[in-house]
């Protein structure tokens, strides 16, 4: 079964300084791998996925992310932070399971952005 | 543009009364889902669906029911709300069949919060 670990809690940055969240996941073969923003008091929304091909994705509102299969890692990292990129985020490995797709996500990290 | 809504935002309840949550999608997708989020958590899966009158349990299926009488509506249900299931409830729907393999993404609704008393 897949896993996905997020090691960050809370981050906290100071608007204009650079980004990187932390997710490492486990499964035993290609995985597909997604990171989804929530704002405040909303669902969720995708900001970029891997399936397969260039390691480095791009993704909405300046946001990248890059699979290193080697440390089963898929970090999301931005330049430079904007105040309205406070939201909570999430990493997420999809995968099949019993014949249907299941898609299993971290248990997020909240982002704070200082002035 | 795609939209999943959710009938409440907030919602409170006393402990052992029915509650339905509902979730329309008006994106034609096949698949629907329920999530429960709690802080730490994260997210976890209750049910889905991959069609109509179709529903699989997820994670944590436990305490809870969901009913597919037609594509785009995805009710999920309380039978008997109790304190341990105050939490948001978030539901998804995305669009290709079971068998897409994981690929697929899903589209969140903005979710309920739900106070059981």
């Known amino acids: 079964a897949q896993s996905v670990t997020q090691p960050d809690i809370h981050i906290t940055v100071s608007e204009g300084a650079s980004l990187e969240l932390r997710c490492n996941y486990s499964?035993?073969?290609?995985?597909?791998l997604f990171w989804y923003v929530q704002s405040p008091g909303q669902g969720l929304q995708l900001l970029l996925k891997?399936?397969?091909?260039?390691?480095l994705v791009q993704g909405i509102k300046g946001f990248e992310a890059e699979f290193k299969r080697s440390q089963s890692s898929f970090n999301l990292r931005k330049p430079s932070v904007h105040w309205s990129d406070a939201a909570e985020y999430f990493c997420?490995?999809?995968?099949?399971?019993?014949?249907?797709?299941?898609?299993?996500f971290g248990t997020g990290t909240k982002l704070q952005v200082i002035p | 543009d795609v939209k999943v809504t959710q009938s409440s935002r907030y919602l409170v309840k006393r402990t052992g009364e029915k509650v339905f949550l509902e979730c329309v999608q008006d994106?034609?997708?096949?698949?629907m889902f329920w999530y429960r989020q709690d802080p730490g958590l994260g997210l976890r899966l209750i049910y889905f669906?991959?069609?109509?009158?179709?529903?699989e349990k997820g994670d944590i299926p436990e305490g809870y029911s969901v009913s597919r009488e037609k594509k785009e509506r995805f009710s999920l249900i309380l039978e008997s709300a109790s304190t341990n299931q105050t939490s948001m409830y978030l539901c998804?729907?995305?669009?290709?069949?079971?068998?897409?393999?994981?690929?697929?993404?899903?589209?969140f609704g903005p979710g309920t919060r739900l106070l059981v008393l």
């Open positions: 998804a729907s995305s669009g290709e069949g079971p068998l897409a393999g994981g690929k697929e993404t899903q589209y």
């Open positions: 499964y035993g073969a290609t995985p597909y």
């Open positions: 891997y399936f397969s091909g260039d390691t």
């Open positions: 997420a490995v999809g995968a099949r399971s019993g014949g249907y797709q299941k898609v299993t």
């Open positions: 994106m034609d997708h096949e698949n």
């Open positions: 669906s991959y069609d109509v009158k179709m529903k």
